[in-house]
């Protein structure tokens, strides 16, 4: 037994750690030590400390404050210049479908048609979905999303959930009763000429979807997207269809929601709240999310494309025109709801707003 001590380890032998060891370390015990400097493979097992359990790498990704720093940086800048472009978007819509005689006949066509055209929205069906959208059902979904957020004790991360419904909420109602009139420019009926840009339901579906997908684990975010897209991305369209709303009135709620969520994201990136996501793939959540949404994007905004290159001249599109007019907002209104959902999820793509757990910061 000392002459194999003395010789060192042999296949079997015993490590540096081990007793009567030679001071030579056991393969076994090296392996990654050995890849670190290129001498072994991938196939040398883990080093293993004295429980026998093996130590992976950080799973909380990257540690240097430099490199957190720099994709913090990185998240705020194309958070805070999308916050921009959305705001630029949201007055564009504005000045084009608001403020022009050939905006507001279009949108005043999309009214008139609603009434003749029933069976095609389902009006009845869509004013009996919106009416669930209350004071109650409101309240009830701030406080689903500070329960998540205050039991995972995410408080920065409840108080930007919250804040994206609230402040997408108090800054649709302040645009709509003070800042953005509608002037008569068609000298329409009078039921007609009602401000209503932007869309407060439209903007409390579109916040409280953001505000979950803000405020859950970065594994179950798909997850979130997924289960609040049905509803939420299809109560624009609904707005249209039971006649609560003009097209330009979703339009400007998606981009005021976008805004505000981009920006209380980038308020999280300057306060070095974000790190880098896991490089692994979410197949589940490309094919049951990201696809229907693209598809719905997809569909929707072409299809009101080809309908409004259909539609008789304004302003007397004749008697097909209202119907044109109306199934063309419908359409544009539900697609650029799932546009704008999936150009948020893009923006968070491989961005965990989670900071480090305990354990891994031990």
Not at 313 to 329: D, I, K, M, N, V
């Amino acid at each position: 037994m000392d002459r194999v001590r003395a010789d060192g380890p042999g296949r079997g032998g015993t490590g540096a750690g081990e007793p009567g060891g030679t001071g030579e370390p056991d393969e076994k015990w090296t392996g990654w030590g050995k890849r670190a400097r290129g001498q072994g493979s991938w196939d040398d097992p883990p080093r293993t400390g004295r429980t026998g359990s093996a130590h992976p790498a950080d799973p909380t990704g990257p540690t240097d404050p430099a490199v957190l720093a720099a994709f913090a940086r990185r998240v705020r800048i194309r958070m805070t210049v999308t916050a921009v472009v959305a705001v630029l978007l949201m007055a564009l819509v504005y000045a084009v479908l608001v403020l022009t005689v050939p905006g507001q006949l279009w949108e005043d066509a999309v009214l008139v048609g609603r009434h003749q055209d029933e069976t095609l929205a389902a009006a009845h069906e869509a004013s009996r979905t919106l009416d669930h959208i209350t004071a109650t059902s409101l309240g009830l979904a701030v406080l689903l999303l500070a329960a998540v957020g205050l039991l995972r004790r995410r408080y920065a991360l409840t108080a930007v959930a919250v804040g994206c419904v609230a402040v997408s909420l108090l800054l649709a109602e302040v645009l709509k009763r003070f800042v953005l009139p509608r002037p008569d420019l068609t000298e329409a009926p009078r039921h007609l000429l009602g401000n209503s840009f932007p869309s407060g339901h439209t903007s409390i579906a579109m916040s409280v979807m953001f505000g979950l997908v803000l405020v859950v684990p970065y594994r179950m975010r798909g997850l979130a997207a997924g289960l609040c897209f049905p509803w939420a991305a299809f109560v624009g369209a609904y707005t249209v269809a039971a006649g609560w709303h003009r097209p330009s009135d979703t339009f400007g709620a998606d981009l005021l929601v976008l805004a505000v969520a981009c920006a209380l994201t980038a308020a999280l990136a300057r306060a070095g709240l974000v790190r880098p996501g896991p490089a692994r793939r979410f197949p589940l959540r490309f094919v049951f999310v990201v696809v229907p949404l693209a598809l719905v994007a997809v569909v929707g905004l072409l299809t009101g494309a080809v309908l409004l290159e259909a539609m008789p001249a304004l302003p007397s599109p004749g008697p097909r025109g209202p119907a044109l007019a109306y199934r063309a907002g419908h359409a544009l209104a539900a697609g650029a709801s799932a546009l704008t959902a999936l150009c948020f999820l893009a923006l968070l793509r491989r961005v965990d707003l989670d900071r480090p757990s305990s354990r891994a910061d031990t």
